[in-house]
């Protein structure tokens, strides 16, 4: 997939925008030629990184972008070695030019390393008249130097993914070098909400957490999070039966041995404030490995590596985070619940923060959804890990333990369908302040204080598009026109 970028004549980059992270370079490239191609401007760059990039800057109105569907030649792996090593023809001339007398073929072999190249490039390296065979039966090299066209070629489609000879192509495709990947399609439910919501974040200023880790300790996922050991929630997503890791089993501590301390002290005799749980803390639990139950456990490493940083005032300075991705939980299969869903979650991270600016916030963020007029719960959320509100609140699944104050968010949401049934106040979000012992735990300031809040994505999903079934929704019932012909979500259009 390629993506055509367009810089607005009127916010076009200037020549001081060098290097520095990908949107930067995209600007400085803007700057020099628009519009260009992303896959022939930035070849080496992950689509994912470079989306988002543009996400970034195209929600602040500095760029301008349309994803172009193309076929694209990708190398097999056996290509990526030819482009690392060279082709099998040259590699067998190397070696022939090397032995000056020449070799036997299962000299050749050894020399090489591998039957299968040597017998394959002795084939190709005769029809091209590089080498030749003596009276003797040896294998001998005819010429000084060779012009390796099949490795120049792989080179070539790494860069730019095409290949302008059809022959050519074909030629490769019978080798098993490459493999065409059409660029047709056509994007899920899933990920036209997951593009609207991660627009919102962008517009508003957010930087976009990474949460490829799917699998994390006791210690970031409970601990860190203020979450006792001895709690219902972390028995009911034990389950010895499918979310606790068997292999390996345990994490190793995190090198940072004095907020493991910290973390300790908060639990067992209390610190900052708290009079804490008072009971003894056990290491090994905390080390279990779990998949992940909520994205919280990304959140907490954010906040902690943001704890070493320093702003121009020597303190951390304040940031904004969010994240969109899958988390796992011993759910019944139903109509609304799987054992795995994406959670939506922010964190705002600032200093005097007050629960009133909390609710402010929340009505700029779901008024850009196209839900007004919120109301707020006070709410303690005692087992919120182990609490998913079922139809009463269709957007939300309650995370938050290690906030208080926190407050479940109501609404008349307008977003959906009248006909859907719900046509009344329901709960469409959770939110709170972290709590103080969780923060100080891991160096922030006192009055730094953390705004979160999360909802789920496939529940507002299954209402905008009128799905009932959420295994209508993801699996192997999912009808590809609902794919195919629903068109991009926008929320606030609605």
Same mark, same amino acid.
């Given at each position: 997939?390629?993506?055509?970028?367009?810089?607005?004549?009127?916010?076009?980059?200037?020549?001081?925008?060098?290097?520095?992270?990908?949107?930067?370079?995209?600007?400085?490239?803007?700057?020099?030629?628009?519009?260009?191609?992303?896959?022939? &401007?930035?070849? $080496? =760059?992950?689509?994912?990184?470079?989306?988002? !990039? *543009?996400?970034? #800057?195209?929600? /602040?109105?500095? @760029?301008?972008?349309?994803?172009?569907?193309?076929?694209?030649?990708?190398?097999?792996?056996?290509?990526?070695?030819?482009?690392?090593?060279?082709?099998?023809?040259?590699?067998?001339?190397?070696?022939?030019?090397?032995?000056?007398?020449?070799?036997?073929?299962?000299?050749?072999?050894?020399?090489?390393?591998?039957?299968?190249?040597?017998?394959?490039?002795?084939?190709?390296?005769?029809?091209?008249?590089?080498?030749?065979?003596?009276?003797?039966?040896?294998?001998?090299?005819?010429?000084?130097?060779?012009?390796?066209?099949?490795?120049?070629?792989?080179? &070539?489609?790494? $860069? =730019?993914?095409?290949?302008?000879?059809?022959? !050519? *192509?074909?030629? #490769?495709?019978? /080798?098993?070098? @490459?493999?065409?990947?059409?660029?047709?399609?056509?994007?899920?439910?899933?990920?036209?909400?997951?593009?609207?919501?991660?627009?919102?974040?962008?517009?508003?200023?957010?930087?976009?957490?990474?949460?490829?880790?799917?699998?994390?300790?006791?210690?970031?996922?409970?601990?860190?999070?203020?979450?006792?050991?001895?709690?219902?929630?972390?028995?009911?997503?034990?389950?010895?039966?499918?979310?606790?890791?068997?292999?390996?089993?345990?994490?190793?501590?995190?090198?940072?041995?004095?907020?493991?301390?910290?973390?300790?002290?908060?639990?067992?005799?209390?610190?900052?404030?708290?009079?804490?749980?008072?009971?003894?803390?056990? !290491?090994?639990?905390?080390?279990?490995?779990?998949?992940?139950?909520?994205?919280?456990?990304?959140?907490?490493?954010?906040?902690?590596?943001?704890?070493?940083?320093?702003?121009?005032?020597?303190?951390?300075?304040?940031?904004?985070?969010?994240?969109?991705?899958?988390?796992?939980?011993?759910?019944?299969?139903?109509?609304?619940?799987?054992?795995?869903?994406?959670?939506?979650?922010?964190?705002?991270?600032?200093?005097?923060?007050?629960?009133?600016?909390?609710?402010?916030?929340?009505?700029?963020?779901?008024?850009?959804?196209?839900?007004?007029?919120?109301?707020?719960?006070?709410?303690?959320?005692?087992?919120?890990?182990?609490?998913?509100?079922?139809?009463?609140?269709?957007?939300?699944?309650?995370?938050?333990?290690?906030?208080?104050?926190?407050?479940?968010?109501?609404?008349?949401?307008?977003?959906?369908?009248?006909?859907?049934?719900?046509?009344?106040?329901?709960?469409?979000?959770?939110?709170?302040?972290?709590?103080?012992?969780?923060?100080?735990?891991?160096?922030?300031?006192?009055?730094?204080?953390?705004?979160?809040?999360?909802?789920?994505?496939?529940?507002?999903?299954?209402?905008?598009?009128?799905?009932?079934?959420?295994?209508?929704?993801?699996?192997?019932?999912?009808?590809?026109?609902?794919?195919?012909?629903?068109?991009?979500?926008?929320?606030?259009?609605?």
């Amino acid at each position: 997939m390629v993506v055509l970028i367009a810089a607005e004549t009127s916010i076009m980059a200037t020549s001081q925008v060098k290097g520095g992270d990908l949107t930067s370079q995209i600007l400085h490239a803007l700057d020099k030629t628009a519009p260009l191609l992303s896959a022939e &401007s930035f070849p $080496t =760059s992950n689509f994912t990184d470079l989306k988002a !990039a *543009l996400d970034r #800057l195209a929600s /602040r109105s500095m @760029v301008e972008y349309a994803t172009i569907q193309r076929d694209e030649v990708l190398l097999e792996p056996e290509a990526e070695s030819i482009v690392a090593n060279g082709s099998h023809e040259a590699r067998v001339f190397e070696a022939l030019r090397a032995a000056v007398d020449g070799l036997t073929i299962q000299e050749l072999e050894t020399t090489i390393g591998d039957k299968n190249i040597s017998k394959l490039g002795q084939g190709k390296a005769f029809r091209e008249r590089w080498i030749t065979k003596t009276t003797d039966g040896k294998l001998k090299a005819v010429s000084d130097s060779i012009h390796d066209g099949t490795r120049e070629q792989l080179r &070539s489609i790494q $860069t =730019s993914r095409t290949v302008s000879d059809q022959k !050519a *192509l074909a030629d #490769l495709k019978k /080798r098993k070098l @490459v493999r065409v990947q059409k660029g047709s399609g056509a994007l899920h439910p899933l990920n036209k909400m997951r593009a609207e919501i991660r627009n919102i974040f962008f517009e508003i200023g957010f930087e976009e957490m990474p949460t490829d880790n799917f699998v994390e300790s006791s210690f970031w996922n409970f601990d860190a999070l203020y979450v006792p050991q001895q709690h219902p929630a972390r028995d009911l997503q034990d389950t010895a039966r499918r979310f606790y890791t068997s292999d390996p089993l345990v994490a190793g501590k995190p090198s940072d041995q004095t907020y493991w301390e910290n973390v300790k002290a908060v639990h067992q005799d209390g610190k900052y404030g708290s009079i804490g749980y008072r009971y003894p803390w056990a !290491a090994d639990e905390a080390q279990r490995l779990v998949l992940r139950t909520h994205t919280t456990a990304v959140s907490a490493n954010m906040l902690y590596q943001l704890a070493a940083r320093k702003g121009p005032d020597g303190r951390p300075p304040p940031a904004r985070y969010f994240s969109i991705d899958r988390v796992f939980r011993n759910e019944t299969v139903d109509n609304t619940h799987l054992a795995e869903f994406h959670q939506v979650e922010g964190i705002i991270a600032d200093y005097d923060l007050t629960l009133g600016g909390l609710m402010a916030f929340m009505d700029v963020f779901f008024g850009k959804m196209g839900i007004k007029g919120l109301q707020y719960k006070p709410a303690y959320n005692p087992c919120s890990y182990c609490s998913s509100h079922r139809l009463r609140g269709l957007l939300t699944n309650s995370i938050y333990l290690d906030t208080e104050p926190s407050m479940e968010i109501f609404s008349y949401p307008n977003i959906f369908d009248p006909d859907a049934g719900l046509g009344k106040i329901v709960e469409i979000g959770n939110s709170g302040m972290f709590r103080p012992e969780m923060l100080e735990a891991m160096g922030l300031p006192k009055d730094m204080r953390v705004y979160g809040w999360g909802l789920s994505l496939e529940r507002p999903t299954m209402i905008r598009y009128g799905i009932n079934n959420i295994r209508d929704l993801l699996g192997h019932r999912v009808d590809l026109n609902l794919v195919q012909k629903n068109p991009a979500v926008r929320l606030d259009k609605v």
